[in-house]
């Protein structure tokens, strides 16, 4: 995986609340094991109509919205455990995703995949709104060593949470095996020093 850098970017925001795993990304587009090539079917339903043509009120369909951080509503991720959602997410250019509220399976699959999860208050994500809404091009600042997500400009804004190992893979680009693979010389100690008192 890539190693997550403090990440300076507009926001996408989806003012949303209850955004399940299905809207994310359809169960029928689930064939494939790869995780590359779901970011063209994220949200495929909102952003497609039934005559498979764009949706133009939606917000990743409207022009010159960018940004490599996903802002949604309170419970976002909820529904199925498919971990093809993360995927989705993170194909499509997303390296955070905001909410006051995720499901915990959405949650996990996330930070095993490179995707930050940043849990606020809904008082601040309701600024965050607010603040995009009047300035779409606003600069947020998502800082994983500080576990800080602020406005850019103002240099405001909200801690947030996340366990030590998953913050020490996502610094240094670890999945699950990297992070043991990194730990072997303490691992080899600690086998020799066992192997010696028996």
């Not at 905001?98 to 940043?118: C, E, H, Q, T």
């Not at 779409?136 to 600042?141: A, G, H, V, W």
Request: aromatic content about 14%; glycine content about 6%.
């Amino acid at each position: 995986m890539e190693k997550f850098v403090t990440i300076q970017s507009a926001a996408v925001t989806l003012p949303i609340e209850n955004i399940d795993t299905d809207q994310i990304i359809p169960a029928r587009f689930l064939k494939a094991t790869d995780r590359t090539g779901f970011g063209e079917n994220l949200f495929r339903d909102w952003r497609y109509n039934e005559a498979d043509e764009p949706n133009a009120d939606f917000v990743l369909n409207q022009p010159g919205v960018k940004g490599s951080i996903l802002v949604a509503g309170r419970n976002f991720g909820c529904g199925s455990s498919r971990e093809h959602a993360a995927w989705a997410i993170y194909d499509s250019g997303f390296r955070v995703v905001v909410s006051s509220f995720f499901a915990d399976i959405f949650k996990n699959n996330a930070l095993n995949n490179g995707l930050l999860p940043v849990q606020v208050s809904d008082h601040f994500l309701q600024a965050i709104f607010w603040e995009v809404k009047r300035k779409p091009d606003t600069e947020f600042e998502v800082n994983l060593e500080k576990q800080l997500f602020s406005f850019a400009r103002l240099k405001a804004g909200e801690e947030f949470e996340i366990g030590a190992y998953h913050k020490t893979c996502l610094l240094n680009g670890y999945d699950n095996i990297d992070y043991i693979l990194s730990r072997k010389e303490s691992i080899e100690r600690f086998e020799n020093e066992r192997v010696r008192a028996w």
